[in-house]
């Protein structure tokens, strides 16, 4: 007897293995970024609104009767001075090197970011960070200098809650103030009068872009080191500004063209500095040394200049005058 006819199985089919591979690896994705989102949410991160009570370590001074600095005590060789005391192609040119969408973000540029991520997988390392200038700030002031990709991504957030907290303005502010700059100074303020001898307010175009292209690498780029390459970063600088059209072509070649001339301060804190310590040892008992340090006091004394140098000089000869004779 012939057997029946078959009949088709109306059972659903079996996914295919693809198939089943694919859905639990969605799913273990799922996962892992569920983790990592509730991990993000919990994460310790320091409070942004610390930055309103923000003071930085400042330099303390010791001031003679006609106002001429002494000595200088200092953890950091900074002077904190607002905004409006900085001038603004000294703004710009920090902007147009370091964030040139510094004033479109929200704190993490994704282009930017895009851009690093290509070039660290071609060159397989990390050889371009593509922090934005806030992503700087939040890694200086809250977090340690590591290239995790956890402190990435803790960088990032409390770059968009800084962003959140503060103005433009006062974000480059805590930022111009805040910069290590080389030579053991801090903030545009100390390393201009410390460079050029003038304040960051009175900087010319050519001393910005030199002045702007320290802020990557200040031992490396620095003028005094390095004069040659302070110039090409320089010209880099300027370079940068004339694309984003904070100057005009000619104005970055005119520019290009001064040469590098740095007339950095001496110490004075071989001046009088048995006169110094015995004004400190009045002073760490009182205020503490910390304090000395770190709070950027003005000490006036009835010390004179002119008088010290002279005594100085007339001690000098005296000696020499002293050896000869015997």
């Known amino acids: 007897k012939p057997d029946p006819p078959a009949v088709p199985d109306s059972s659903p ?87 040139a969408n510094f004033l479109k973000h929200v704190g993490v540029d994704p282009t930017a970011l895009l851009r690093a991520a290509v070039r660290d997988v071609l060159e397989r390392r990390w050889a371009e960070g593509g922090s934005t200038l806030t992503q700087q700030l939040a890694k200086i002031l809250f977090l340690r200098p590591d290239k995790r990709m956890l402190r990435k991504i803790q960088e990032a957030i409390l770059a968009v809650q800084i962003e959140k907290t503060y103005t433009k303005d006062e974000i480059l502010q805590f930022y111009l103030n805040q910069m290590y700059l080389g030579h053991g100074r801090y903030g545009v303020e100390a390393a201009t009068q410390f460079y050029f001898g003038v304040p960051a307010s009175d900087v010319t175009l050519d001393q910005a872009a030199l002045l702007a292209g320290i802020f990557q690498r200040p031992e490396s780029y620095s003028p005094i080191r390095s004069p040659e390459r302070a110039a090409r970063r320089r010209n880099h600088v300027l370079g940068r500004m004339a694309l984003e059209k904070f100057i005009t072509q000619d104005e970055a070649e005119r520019a290009g063209r001064a040469p590098i001339v740095v007339t950095y301060e001496k110490e004075t804190n071989a001046l009088a500095p048995y006169f110094a310590e015995e004004i400190r040892k009045i002073l760490a008992p009182r205020y503490g040394d910390e304090t000395l340090l770190r709070e950027g006091l003005r000490i006036r004394t009835g010390f004179d200049v002119d008088l010290q140098k002279a005594a100085v000089k007339a001690m000098s000869r005296g000696l020499r005058d002293l050896d000869k004779r015997r």
């Open 13 to 99: 089919k079996k996914p295919r293995r693809w198939l089943r591979a694919a859905i639990y690896l969605l799913a273990a994705m799922k996962l892992l970024l569920g983790g990592l989102t509730a991990y993000i949410v919990n994460m310790d991160l320091p409070d942004v609104r610390a930055l309103e009570d923000y003071q930085p370590p400042t330099i303390s001074q010791i001031l003679a009767f006609d106002g001429q600095v002494v000595h200088q005590f200092a953890q950091q060789k900074r002077i904190v001075v607002p905004l409006s005391r900085m001038s603004p192609l000294l703004q710009k040119a920090v902007i147009a090197v370091e964030d």
